[in-house]
């Protein structure tokens, strides 16, 4: 089965890759290595989820957002690449806007990587780092970038 089908059999759509709100390109190929630009979690109209984790956002709620992230990152990827089948996940950097008090960040990023598992089976499996922010632009819960192999 394709990632795109596993995509539809999950019940989930990519989403138009959102354009940048800054000077920079989502996403840049060198070589292989595709490089995606950092996303936030998007509503169907394209309007972002905003909160901070702990306080305004539970943290089910910020795994739902990192999932929807994800997706924003594999529209991009298949944006780049022409189908997910050609893609393998290297590395992720997740980060969290959270209270200080809150510890669970890699839970929450676990919505990213665990949808990109999801859908692209073994080449989705990732090294990664989850870390907690102050702030994040927009006030968004969750903003994830990741660095992917494109294979021939």
């Keep these: 089965m394709t990632p795109e089908a596993k995509l539809e059999s999950m019940g989930l759509v990519l989403p138009k890759v959102p354009t940048p709100v800054a000077n920079y390109v989502?996403?840049?190929?060198?070589?292989?290595?595709?490089?995606?630009?950092?996303q936030g979690p998007r509503r169907s109209d394209g309007t972002v989820f905003t909160g901070k984790v702990g306080r305004d956002v539970t943290a089910?709620?910020?795994?739902?957002?990192?999932k929807l992230t994800g997706l924003g990152?594999?529209?991009?990827?298949?944006?780049?690449?022409?189908?997910l089948?050609?893609?393998?996940?290297?590395k992720v950097l997740?980060?969290?806007?959270?209270?200080?008090?809150?510890?669970?960040?890699?839970?929450?990023?676990?919505?990213c990587s665990d949808l990109f598992v999801?859908?692209?089976?073994?080449?989705?499996?990732?090294a990664r780092s989850a870390?907690?922010?102050?702030?994040?632009?927009?006030n968004i819960p969750v903003e994830i970038e990741a660095v992917m192999h494109i294979h021939d």
């Design 26 to 38: 989502p996403f840049k190929i060198g070589g292989s290595t595709l490089y995606l630009a950092g």
């Design 60 to 66: 089910e709620e910020a795994y739902e957002h990192a």
């Design 73 to 83: 990152l594999l529209a991009a990827a298949k944006l780049a690449a022409g189908e």
């Design 85 to 90: 089948a050609r893609i393998e996940v290297l």
């Design 94 to 111: 997740g980060m969290v806007n959270a209270v200080p008090e809150f510890t669970d960040h890699p839970r929450v990023i676990n919505g």
């Design 118 to 126: 999801a859908v692209l089976g073994e080449r989705g499996r990732h």
């Design 131 to 138: 870390v907690g922010m102050g702030s994040l632009p927009m």
